[in-house]
């Protein structure tokens, strides 16, 4: 059975920091891409970053651009959401999910390439 499962979500004061990880079990996805999507009440899933298969590729969303960080370690088949100088506005449930496809070149900013979804982790910024 596949799963993702993501930790390290919580409640932190604006312009603090969290660390997200995305630990895959049951199947390894070194040769796929990682996703990072947030949902916030009445608001659709949106992109927040992506990485390649590698390492080598990643892509953000304009709002989180110099403030959050995406990394994998394959060899932990783990996927991480450092997350720096927060807002309110980051408030979310915050999903990792797999690319569907191996070794696309460039992290995909749609949801519906990406397979395989966790369960999401609750990420609260205060002002």
């Known amino acids: 059975q596949v799963q993702l499962v993501e930790s390290g979500g919580g409640l932190v004061q604006a312009g603090g920091s969290l660390r997200l990880a995305c630990a895959a079990s049951g199947r390894t996805f070194n040769s796929n891409a990682m996703g990072w999507f947030r949902q916030a009440p009445g608001k659709e899933r949106e992109f927040v970053a992506g990485?390649?298969?590698?390492?080598?590729?990643?892509n953000y969303a304009d709002s989180v651009k110099g403030r959050f960080t995406i990394s994998r370690d394959n060899a932990k088949n783990t996927v991480y959401l450092q997350m720096n100088s927060l807002k309110p506005e980051d408030t979310a449930v915050y999903y990792c999910a797999a690319d569907l496809f191996r070794r696309r070149v460039v992290p995909s900013i749609s949801p519906d390439d990406y397979g395989y979804w966790g369960q999401g982790t609750q990420v609260t910024v205060s002002s």
């Open positions: 990485i390649t298969w590698y390492g080598d590729t990643t």
